[in-house]
């Protein structure tokens, strides 16, 4: 016989905890071992009953679903902790995923589908509410940003940069750094051609443009 599912509620209203520890009651292979008001207690009850999941909501007075998820899963990584909130704005959404949320329902959810989404969440399954997921994809779809070129630049290769923007000669730049003026050209062509820029004073441009002088 399997061991029953150690489930956590951490939920600042009151009914809905009743809500849900009456209906999970219900369903085979699954115990309310608690119920939590509040991040804090959220998190003290999860070390004192070690939970398999947490059904956790996001909007609560003091420490938020969000910030509770975090240090939960910061403590005790295991647990699988499932968001279930009335809330589908991206400033609440995207946070507690980044945090580590394995689940994402809303609190229309059947009984049925909570009680499912826990038994996946101990089999390694994530549940996503159908409009969660479709916010996902077209987040993921969006092209991302082309990085600025000086990323590519290193250390050194920026530590020349902001030398030549400070006006530097080559001869400068390698008495500062305590180089050779040879290994200075190859770095100042390296830092052209990253760049795509033609000459110092461009270069020098672009140096201050991005903020990268000093």
Same mark, same amino acid.
């Not at 940003?145 to 080559?170: C, Q």
């Given at each position: 016989?399997? =061991?029953?599912?150690?489930?956590?509620?951490?939920?600042? +209203?009151?009914?809905?905890?009743?809500?849900?520890?009456?209906?999970?009651?219900?369903?085979?292979?699954?115990?309310? %071992?608690?119920?939590?008001?509040? *991040?804090?207690?959220?998190?003290?009850?999860?070390?004192?009953?070690?939970?398999?999941?947490?059904?956790?909501?996001?909007?609560?007075? *003091?420490?938020?679903?969000?910030?509770?998820?975090?240090?939960?899963?910061?403590?005790?990584?295991?647990?699988?902790?499932?968001?279930?909130?009335?809330?589908?704005?991206?400033?609440?959404?995207? &946070?507690?995923?980044?945090?580590?949320?394995?689940?994402?329902?809303?609190?229309?959810?059947?009984?049925?589908?909570? /009680?499912? /989404?826990?038994?996946?969440?101990?089999?390694?399954?994530?549940?996503?509410?159908?409009?969660?997921?479709?916010?996902?994809?077209?987040?993921?779809?969006? &092209?991302?940003? /082309? =990085?600025?070129? $000086? $990323?590519?630049?290193?250390?050194?290769?920026?530590?020349?940069?902001?030398?030549?923007?400070?006006?530097?000669?080559?001869?400068?730049? =390698?008495? /500062?750094?305590?180089?050779?003026?040879?290994? %200075?050209?190859? +770095?100042?062509?390296?830092?052209? =051609?990253?760049?795509? %820029?033609?000459?110092?004073?461009?270069?020098?441009?672009?140096?201050?443009? $991005?903020?990268?002088?000093?």
């Amino acid at each position: 016989m399997e =061991a029953e599912i150690k489930v956590l509620l951490v939920d600042d +209203h009151e009914m809905v905890r009743i809500g849900l520890a009456a209906v999970l009651g219900t369903e085979d292979g699954i115990e309310v %071992v608690g119920e939590a008001s509040n *991040g804090l207690e959220g998190i003290r009850l999860a070390q004192e009953y070690k939970p398999d999941v947490v059904l956790m909501d996001l909007v609560m007075e *003091g420490m938020d679903g969000i910030e509770t998820t975090r240090r939960l899963l910061q403590q005790m990584p295991d647990i699988k902790v499932i968001v279930l909130t009335s809330f589908l704005d991206d400033e609440k959404m995207y &946070p507690v995923i980044e945090a580590g949320a394995f689940s994402y329902l809303l609190k229309t959810s059947r009984a049925s589908e909570i /009680a499912q /989404a826990i038994r996946a969440a101990v089999k390694g399954q994530s549940v996503l509410e159908q409009q969660v997921a479709a916010k996902m994809m077209n987040r993921f779809r969006q &092209p991302k940003p /082309a =990085a600025e070129p $000086h $990323h590519d630049l290193t250390d050194r290769e920026m530590e020349v940069l902001k030398l030549i923007a400070a006006g530097k000669s080559n001869q400068e730049v =390698a008495d /500062a750094l305590f180089i050779g003026i040879k290994t %200075v050209k190859f +770095h100042v062509t390296n830092i052209l =051609a990253k760049l795509g %820029v033609e000459d110092r004073t461009q270069a020098a441009i672009y140096a201050f443009k $991005h903020g990268l002088a000093e």
